[in-house]
């Protein structure tokens, strides 16, 4: 791995760039592979947070060269949806991403990202009926047309994504697989506020009561692990007491609960294999997600 020297990983760092264009990007990356460098991609959509930075780091350990992109994608926005309100600043992003040490934050435009008349989409079957996919029509479809034209620009050797959006993670997987992507999708640990709350960009939408009524979120998640320790297999029981516990909290209101194949991601009625456990919540109008593996 390239640690430094002149031209080399440390020099690089203090320069990050900020790149608009694809064609920029292209060949950025074309000369860095001209080097022999390897690269981490890490996609987000801004307004970034301890978990994107454990991402950064991560990508940033593992490879000679790493770029972010923020990039709010709206075709991953339902109508209803807060793609107008989504969070952003782009200044702090640069800031934690050059600290980081990424080497390029890409933050296109949508024009740029997108032809006007774009016919081609990525659509992953199965894996996004249920969960979020079920409640977010073409949410999906969104994600993995933007991600695949991410991994066809950057042509990365890694790309990290965060274990809180569980669904996410699986259905990329899946998609690299399927479509022969030449990379690997690292999944990276969710990484939690003190108190336990998942971190989201989405977190600050709630006000002061909201946020402590969101911890019920990882509440019930911690009951569910403690009854699946002391031996409960039967996930009807789990959910039960998983329910039970969110609904104690007045401003939460279940948007699902779900003990699925963490592999599938289809319905268990046993516990026998690794299962995920997947809630959505609304606290207020703030739709959150948390998840648990076992
Ligand atoms: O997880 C996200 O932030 C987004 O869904 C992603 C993967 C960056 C695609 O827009």
Redesign the pocket.
């Known amino acids: 791995m390239d640690k430094g020297g002149e031209g080399g990983k440390f020099s690089a760092n203090k320069a990050m760039k900020t790149i608009s264009s694809v064609k920029e990007l292209k060949e950025n990356i074309k000369s860095w592979k001209k080097e022999g460098l390897t690269i981490g991609l890490v996609?987000?959509?801004g307004f970034l947070h301890e978990g994107h930075k454990s991402l950064i780091d991560r990508a940033v350990k593992e490879n000679d060269r790493v770029v972010v992109?923020v990039?709010v994608?709206p075709i991953?926005f339902g109508p209803k949806e807060d793609l107008s309100t989504y969070p952003r600043d782009i200044e702090r992003d640069k800031k934690l991403c050059s600290d980081a040490g990424a080497n390029i934050l890409f933050n296109p435009e949508a024009s740029e990202m997108y032809f006007k008349d774009a016919s081609t989409f990525v659509d992953v079957e199965e894996l996004t009926e249920g969960l979020c996919g079920s409640k977010r029509p073409g949410h999906f479809r969104g994600?993995c047309t933007?991600?695949s034209k991410l991994f066809n620009i950057v042509t990365p050797d890694k790309a990290y994504?965060g274990q809180k959006?569980a669904q996410?993670l699986a259905v990329i997987k899946r998609m690299v697989r399927d479509l022969n992507f030449d990379l690997e999708v690292v999944g990276c640990e969710i990484i939690r506020e003190e108190d336990g709350l998942a971190k989201s960009s989405r977190n600050t939408y709630l006000s002061k009561e909201e946020r402590k009524a969101a911890l019920i979120l990882s509440k019930s998640l911690n009951k569910a692990r403690n009854v699946l320790s002391e031996g409960e297999r039967n996930t009807k029981s789990i959910k039960r007491v998983i329910e039970e516990v969110l609904n104690s909290e007045p401003l939460a209101k279940i948007d699902y609960v779900e003990v699925v194949d963490s592999i599938t991601l289809k319905p268990v009625e046993k516990v026998e294999k690794e299962i995920l456990i997947a809630i959505a919540v609304f606290i207020g109008k703030t739709r959150l997600i948390d998840n648990i593996i076992f």
């Open positions: 996609p987000t959509m992109s990039f994608n991953q994600v933007v991600v994504f959006d996410q």
